[in-house]
């Protein structure tokens, strides 16, 4: 897993002449023409790791053409979905394909989809492996793959070869394919901003797209409770943005469903002991420092918050413990998901000094950090006893004031997912010995750059260039080549490395909403998607973002005209 | 013009209490709560210049509630599209007014407005002024205004203070609103990328929502030729996108009508002599370098043009003139607007050294400067005999290298945009005794920031934190307070200042089109709007950005639900 390597590869190059109107991106400076491989016919993104087209021939596909495949729940409505898109898409390259499609040839009647196991599961590690062998002749191309999930992965790349009107689609093409990263993911949040779940799910529909596997939900947080928990009805009732920005219980079995049958598990965050303001609307009596407000003094270190929205749970309150285990219960009652994140990150000394209770114990002697092992040793057990690989942030570790000694988290049981210090914190985490997913907000997160939320910032005055900089604390905006660059593994071992399970880009919802979702997480998310899949270098060892330039923006395109307004 | 100098004002404070859950955003940092002025039943953007509002009262409109106006080309339209708005918009704003409707003072049956010079055609400097008064008892309330264009800002201020279902609005509320700049604009350029009619149409709409009044369409450009030139008709035929990707003259008629019913000036720019490649479509031989590659050798001083797509009008070639005075009188004849944009920016030596006539010219002493003198000579007198003024990039007077001598350039028919340098370059223009437009590209530039276009950048390898910055030319992205807290006249003396005629914001599109247009400008350009219109300053004469985020959060959900999704 070390980074652009440099390895022999079976691309065969083929290069279109580009009208100079058709598209102003320019690729010769780095990459001479002869590298080039615009290849519009096969543009698969994320590219895949074997292709083998070597001449730009290709066939129609019949107006009967069908798809055979076993019968599997979740894999089935997915073979329906890509017949029918296949046959009704006609998708018009930005640039056209300079590609020979045969008129006499037999159009290609049946994509035969086989399945080795049919009844592996959705879930961390299943097997995304698929090849795709389409012949010159005879009426029957070929889909192999382990499980249901790498064939959906397959149904992907075939939809992506096809083209035009009536269809066409590339022969004598062999492809081999699989994710250099098991955990290919994107974070939401709906508490900060509530989205509808028309919006998720069309999110998990570009996901799916794009191959990514795992839509990371960040439920719940101090700004609004969304989710019905059936044991803990006020949760929601009171401390949601209101009534119709609520999701029940049949909303999350839909958006499950719909994971299942596009390959994406669907990932609880339930953010805890931090993060939890929206609690006290129902439980006023198990949250510390609610109502209060955030940043007293001028101090950052007097904070009770990492921003508006205060309270904690209260970790020496049992009534805390009886509520969030009919959560945690409930949760995993309607997310088949076998993580579960409990969030664990920001706890802020001053929320938790502000409690009476808290106080009481600290002039005891006793420490914050004692506070939190309590809770973590009074939660994580329950959630392990139900099935689940716990996630918690890196601060549950790293933090440098309030965190828990490793013998509370079981590296067998937990995975800590780093958004601090980019690579740093990641060979932190995997030299303690625990599994990690990579958030680097400096790289990942994707509602950076958008200015202050906090009012008032006077560093915005100056009318001199370039020192907004900083004013948001994620500046600047991450442009997409920035995510693409980033080398989720670097400065590890190879035994290090195998610790990292992959990564997920964030959207965090202070300044994001429905309107401006799609264009918030697309392309940008692409470029992740196809650095976590295939990786982020050419054949010869080098970064390929110059080469990846027109494939991301003919994709884009792709993406817009399925409705991903981005 | 001075700025934030501390003024008094008119405005009655007013607090709302504020829900921990219903918004985050903290004004308390700078500002403490007495001088807050929620009242989003008065939240109009831009803010009024004078708005007096003692108490928080309101009534009902009449169910037959009417708009009461004197026939008016332009006007009329409007008012009929405000009075439909007003009646069925029932807006609920995020933070619900606590104001007190009153159910038993009459509604109010009618909208009065009374203009003093119905004549007064749509131009720079029309009068803008309106002032509405709304009492607490009887049928009718009243609108006046100089022009019917000021009666337009005076119906949008009106349609946004109405609210609910059934439409309410505050009473005894006296405004009176002037804008501090005459000249409030939007520059699109649909040459990098192709925008429907329905796009702009669109965003002209919601600009007069902003009270915005120029609508600078940068048309044309190295890249594509979208307008269809009666007299030139082969420039689009051969020069745009293609057949679906032209602006007919009935299209323009229709922009310009719109713009008109919406207070909105629509001023061409037909880019030249630089930015002209497209027009080698379908006239090679008067395009210096077109098709080449525009960075040959590894040298910023070598290239061609400023980004790929070469040519640059030939001056040297007579027929260069008789096509572009045949493009330039068929603009006019389309525009009735009196301002004419001729680009002149960004002149690339390299470009015209590769032509062998300006070579020659060279070679026997000519300078570049000369080459563009002679063009500048050649068609500016014709443009200001169709009574047109003319405005250039700020580039033909202050290139270090290609430019023109003041004398070339009239001081009472031209106007300089400035995009460099902020501040310092508005100053040399002004000192130079010309008028300006401002649209620094340090804070009016939407485009910046989404990471390079032009391939592979090494720079993006980095795995450190914040040196991706400077990876695209303008980086980083403009945040709406940048934009909203710059001061167009810093720096310039009271004489100096009125010739700042105002600021546009740009949104170039090599990285934009039709899909993400609405977020890339929405809501920042709001940001903008308000600062030309009633400035960017409180009462006490501080920068009011922390005050406005409340403000802009509301308008923007505002503008969301009318349509613009940015």
């Not at 729940?73 to 329906?80: D, E, F, G, S």
């Not at 938790?352 to 950090?369: E, H, R, V, Y």
């Amino acid at each position: 897993m070390r980074i652009c390597e440099g390895k022999k590869s079976m691309f065969h190059v083929f290069v279109h002449p580009i009208s100079k109107f058709a598209i102003i991106i320019c690729l010769a400076l780095i990459f001479p023409p002869p590298t080039l491989s615009l290849k519009s016919a096969v543009n698969v993104w994320p590219k895949p790791r074997l292709v083998s087209w070597p001449k730009p021939l290709a066939r129609f596909l019949s107006a009967n053409f069908t798809m055979d495949s076993p019968y599997h729940q979740h894999l089935t409505p997915a073979v329906n979905r890509y017949l029918s898109l296949v046959r009704t898409e006609h998708y018009h390259p930005l640039i056209t394909p300079s590609v020979k499609v045969s008129a006499s040839a037999a159009p290609l009647q049946t994509l035969s989809i086989k399945i080795t196991d049919l009844a592996a599961p959705l879930q961390h590690g299943a097997n995304e492996t698929y090849s795709l062998s389409i012949s010159e002749a005879g009426g029957t191309a070929y889909l192999t793959a382990e499980t249901a999930w790498g064939a959906i992965r397959g149904l992907e790349t075939f939809s992506q070869l096809v083209w035009g009107d009536p269809p066409a689609i590339p022969v004598r093409l062999y492809i081999w394919d699989a994710p250099l990263f098991a955990h290919r993911g994107v974070i939401l949040d709906t508490s900060r901003n509530y989205y509808g779940v028309e919006d998720i799910l069309r999110t998990i529909e570009a996901m799916s797209a794009n191959k990514l596997n795992v839509f990371h939900w960040h439920i719940t947080d101090s700004h609004s409770f969304p989710l019905m928990v059936p044991s803990e009805p006020e949760l929601a009732a009171k401390g949601s943005y209101g009534p119709d920005m609520i999701y029940s219980p049949s909303d999350v079995a839909k958006i499950v469903q719909f994971g299942l049958e596009h390959g994406v598990r669907v990932l609880p965050e339930i953010d805890s002991p931090g993060h939890t303001g929206s609690w006290a609307e129902a439980y006023p009596e198990i949250v510390a420092c609610a109502y209060m407000f955030w940043l007293p003094g001028s101090d950052w270190a007097d904070r009770l918050a990492a921003e508006p929205g205060t309270g904690h749970l209260n970790p020496l309150n049992q009534k805390t413990y009886k509520v969030i285990e009919n959560v945690i219960r409930d949760v995993s009652n309607m997310f088949p998901e076998t993580f579960y994140h409990g969030g664990a990150d920001e706890i802020t000394p001053g929320c938790w000094k502000a409690d009476p209770t808290i106080q009481s114990f600290l002039s005891n002697g006793g420490t914050l950090s004692q506070v939190l092992e309590k809770f973590i040793n009074s939660t994580l057990p329950y959630i392990i006893s139900l099935n689940r690989t716990v996630v918690y942030w890196e601060d549950v570790l790293l933090d440098d004031i309030v965190k828990v000694d490793s013998s509370f988290l079981p590296k067998e049981h937990t995975i800590l997912q780093t958004w601090n210090n980019g690579p740093s914190n990641t060979k932190k985490i995997v030299e303690a010995g625990y599994r990690t997913i990579v958030s680097s907000s400096e790289f990942y997160y994707l509602d950076c750059g958008h200015g202050g939320f906090l009012g008032n910032d006077s560093r915005y005055d100056s009318q001199a260039t370039g020192d907004k900089e900083g004013a948001s604390w994620c500046d600047p905006f991450k442009a997409w080549q920035t995510i693409y660059n980033y080398d989720i593994t670097l400065g590890l071992s190879e035994d290090e490395a195998k610790l990292v399970l992959g990564g997920e880009v964030a959207l965090w919802s202070e300044q994001a909403d429905p309107t401006v979702l799609d264009g918030r997480l697309w392309p940008r998310t692409s470029a992740m998607a196809e650095t976590l899949w295939s990786g982020n270098c050419d054949e010869a060892g080098r970064k390929r973002s110059g080469e990846a330039t027109d494939r991301l923006n003919e994709w884009r395109y792709r993406m817009v005209s399925r409705g991903v307004k981005g």
